[in-house]
């Protein structure tokens, strides 16, 4: 078992900055991939970036240049970080955890708004 505790999240002026974090505990994989998704309303899950134990990222066409993933293997930690928020960045932003083998693993969410 993986548990995946996601924080950060919150009211964010138009054009400010996001950090988000998400600390894993339990069975935890020497080698792992761990990313972030999200899902504004009344659309689908969509993948923003992952991240490898190695520090292979992987971003979504459309985060690229928006946002930055990044982690702690030592802490078992993935951040998410991105300057400038826009509207559409309205969303709960799920961390999610997965192993080389086995199952993946999902938080809670921690819902992101973008406020003008």
């Known amino acids: 078992q993986v548990q995946l505790v996601e924080s950060g999240g919150g009211l964010v002026q138009l054009g400010g900055s996001l950090r988000l974090s998400c600390i894993a505990s339990?069975?935890?994989?020497?080698?792992?991939?761990m990313g972030w998704y999200r899902q504004a309303p009344g659309k689908q899950r969509e993948l923003v970036a992952t991240?490898?134990?190695?520090?292979?990222?992987n971003y979504a066409d459309s985060m690229k240049g928006r946002f930055t993933i990044s982690r702690d293997n030592a802490k078992n930690t993935v951040y998410l970080h991105s300057d400038s928020l826009e509207p559409e960045d309205t969303a709960v932003y799920y961390c999610?955890?997965?192993?080389?083998?086995?199952?993946?693993?999902w938080g809670k969410g921690t819902l992101v708004t973008v406020s003008s």
């Open positions: 339990g069975s935890i994989s020497s080698i792992n991939t």
């Open positions: 991240i490898r134990t190695d520090g292979t990222t």
């Open positions: 999610n955890y997965s192993p080389r083998s086995g199952i993946t693993y």
